[in-house]
């Protein structure tokens, strides 16, 4: 069995499975993607030279999968009485950087995760008895996936090509200052679009924000709790205590009439709208330089979600072609977004 195993939201099996499709296509092997039983993950057959070559796509090019995972064997009728032996005769024996227990993070998957925290330290010692190495700080790291307690997927995957969380969640604290859990949206997306010599140079005191639908305040405080000067345009009222103690100014207005006085540094946007307006405006936004980068949150419709997705990014790539901006365009369905996805896009030097 090989091929990949992709976790991603549940409810969102069918647009991972096209994704994954679209690449295999661009391999031209031309396959189709499997949602698991319980949901959350998608397996997509592949031959092994094509799974090696899809396993080493740059993870941040996946954007309904959460995690990415080269699949190198299956086993089921797992007995109760024995579930090691099975799945250490299963792993090939060679070394793994580390060994991870997952089951999807959905209503199916959450009763697994007791079992597989429970279940690995016995889990462990019957793999270092078959000769399979742990802690090799350069293998792979090596994946069980449970879809019930008696079938396991076993995977590997690259650590600096793959999500560094376990189910691909990302481990967040949060802000209690915040004023709405919407700000945990955008700290995973600085976290996943932009390294850490990014957020240095662009998150830096100083720099201007317009966040554009910004009502409590959750985005403003990411930007403004480090020193930024926000304009928060929105008819709907701000934080009292946000607004007393940062840099922030309100302004009540339609986010898609504002422009800036003077050009800014950033444009980010949570309007809840149709997400083919949203693009055109974040488009505008760049192509007429009145910002050098953006995150904005698309809310995707309730049916054709995939295409909805395309169509925006093809409607900003068609704008910033025809403006000959050079861009870099990204998206991500991060875990803190629920029916969306999220959209990074900076103007090049
Ligand atoms: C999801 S909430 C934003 C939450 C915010 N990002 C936060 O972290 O607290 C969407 C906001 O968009 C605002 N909004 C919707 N359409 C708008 C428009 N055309 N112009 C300005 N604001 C708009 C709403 O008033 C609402 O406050």
């Not at 580390?98 to 993070?105: R, T």
């Not at 662009?202 to 930024?228: C, E, H, I, N």
């Not at 339609?254 to 405006?281: H, N, S, T």
Request: net charge positive; with cysteine; hydrophobic share 40%.
């Amino acid at each position: 069995m090989s091929g990949l195993l992709l976790y991603c939201r549940g409810g969102f099996e069918t647009e991972c499975a096209r994704e994954a499709e679209s690449y295999a296509f661009e391999l031209g092997i031309d396959t189709e993607a499997e949602a698991l039983p319980g949901g959350g993950a998608v397996f997509l057959p592949l031959p092994e030279e094509a799974a090696d070559e899809l396993a080493a796509l740059p993870f941040f090019r996946w954007v309904f999968a959460r995690q990415c995972l080269r699949v190198i064997g299956h086993v089921g009728n797992l007995p109760e009485r024995d579930r090691t032996g099975p799945i250490a005769l299963a792993v090939p024996p060679a070394a793994y950087c580390e060994l991870w227990l997952e089951a999807a993070d959905t209503e199916a998957g959450k009763p697994l995760l007791p079992f597989c925290r429970k279940f690995a330290p016995y889990l462990e010692k019957a793999l270092i008895e078959r000769k399979v190495k742990l802690g090799s700080p350069r293998g792979p790291r090596l994946h069980v996936f449970f879809t019930d307690k008696q079938t396991a997927w076993l995977a590997t995957s690259e650590p600096g090509n793959a999500s560094p969380w376990p189910q691909g969640i990302p481990r967040l604290r949060f802000p209690h200052e915040a004023p709405s859990r919407s700000t945990m949206k955008l700290a995973e997306a600085i976290h996943v679009f932009l390294d850490q010599q990014d957020q240095q140079r662009y998150l830096k005191q100083g720099l201007r924000v317009v966040d554009l639908g910004a009502a409590p305040g959750g985005w403003t405080w990411q930007f403004a709790s480090r020193g930024l000067k926000v304009t928060a345009v929105d008819n709907g009222r701000m934080d009292k205590k946000l607004m007393a103690e940062y840099d922030v100014t309100h302004v009540q207005d339609d986010g898609f009439r504002y422009r800036p006085v003077k050009p800014v540094d950033w444009m980010v946007c949570d309007m809840v709208e149709q997400p083919a307006r949203i693009a055109q405006l974040v488009a505008k936004w760049l192509a007429e330089g009145w910002c050098r980068r953006s995150i904005f949150n698309l809310k995707l419709p309730m049916k054709k979600r995939y295409e909805e997705y395309l169509r925006c990014k093809a409607l900003i790539q068609d704008t910033l072609r025809k403006a000959k901006v050079p861009y870099r365009l990204r998206f991500k369905q991060l875990y803190h977004d629920r029916e969306e996805v999220t959209g990074y896009l900076e103007r090049r030097e």
